[in-house]
């Protein structure tokens, strides 16, 4: 079976060596075991074991994909660390993310029709911003832009400062991939090992960052704009009801729900049900097949989609027709991995 899957992580290790030069927050320094310390800001430090399968050999990761037994195509997405580029100041966040966008058009060629690559976008500065997306996909050939759940600390992703860009993304026909970064919800969230965090703190924060571009208005100012949400839309297809009935007080032309049902999703969702009802909320044809690997098993993730009946004809949308769609990515022979 062919599939192309729409939430996959690959890091490429040039980023924790770029990023051992910085000075202050947040930067990278090696462990002397073979992994890194990063520093994210005062008093939160992350070790990147030297193994740490993220930023694996990309071949490694491909090679993974190929043990499934299906022809596994990949749209790389950054993840958490989307909002390490507007951490950094404006510059220093163009830098990176450049050097970042560099390495994703560097792994597209490598694997033309198998590995498609989204940018990294620092949004710090507007104007910046804008000119990193376009160099990416004008003149690198990327295929979306990662935008993380907040601008460092700040949550107002739906900022006015930052419409413009929204409205070049719209223009650029870019799909933006929501996806949380881990650092707001730190307080009400933390203990217990990170099981709060991880199991209820990244699908709050891509629900709050997606129904903040929905109340702000700014659906309606770029009408076509591509937002793809992580994590099957977080709480948002649960609670829409509760979303209409209460944000009349925002004075948008049309209830919430009609503007969430214009974004996409994945599949992201260890819960078969879950899956199931984003299907059914978002409409199969606004639905992407994900697995967010390494960070969950895509054997795990393709048993529990065939736990839900579907045609052969939604089996190809959601497998292969929705994200070729979606990401526009062309009808291209792919390369033989380094692992075949």
Not at 173 to 196: M, Q, R, W
Request: charged share 25%.
């Amino acid at each position: 079976m062919h599939i192309i899957d729409s939430h996959f992580h690959w890091r490429p290790r040039s980023m924790l060596d770029w990023a051992c030069n910085a000075k202050g927050y947040p930067r990278a320094e090696r462990d002397g075991k073979g992994g890194y310390n990063w520093f994210i800001r005062e008093g939160y430090v992350v070790n990147i074991r030297k193994d740490h399968p993220a930023w694996a050999p990309l071949e490694d990761q491909l090679a993974d994909m190929d043990a499934l037994g299906h022809e596994v195509d990949v749209v790389c997405t950054i993840g958490p660390l989307s909002v390490y580029f507007s951490d950094l100041d404006p510059e220093a966040g163009r830098d990176a993310a450049m050097l970042w966008n560099e390495e994703m058009a560097a792994a597209q060629k490598r694997y033309p029709g198998r590995f498609w690559g989204t940018a990294a976008v620092p949004l710090r500065d507007t104007k910046i911003a804008i000119d990193v997306l376009e160099h990416a996909i004008n003149k690198l050939g990327l295929f979306g832009a990662n935008l993380p759940g907040s601008v460092g600390l700040d949550p107002r992703i739906d900022a006015e400062r930052l419409w413009p860009f929204y409205k070049r993304a719209e223009e650029l026909n870019v799909p933006l991939f929501l996806h949380p970064t881990d650092a707001i919800f730190a307080e009400i969230l933390s203990g217990y090992n990170d099981t709060l965090h991880f199991s209820l703190g990244r699908v709050i924060e891509v629900s709050v960052g997606a129904a903040r571009l929905v109340l702000s208005g700014l659906m309606d100012h770029c009408p076509s704009l591509k937002i793809v949400m992580s994590h099957t839309g977080g709480v948002l297809p649960y609670q829409s009801g509760r979303m209409d009935k209460n944000t009349k007080a925002a004075k948008l032309p049309r209830p919430t729900s009609e503007y969430l049902h214009r974004m996409y999703t994945d599949t992201v969702s260890p819960h078969s049900m879950g899956i199931k009802f984003a299907i059914d909320y978002y409409g199969i044809d606004n639905v992407m097949y994900g697995s967010d690997y390494p960070c969950w098993e895509p054997s795990e993730a393709l048993r529990l989609i065939d736990e839900i009946p579907l045609t052969e004809e939604q089996r190809q949308k959601l497998f292969v027709g929705n994200v070729r769609r979606i990401f526009g990515l062309p009808d291209q022979v792919r390369a033989a991995s380094a692992a075949e």
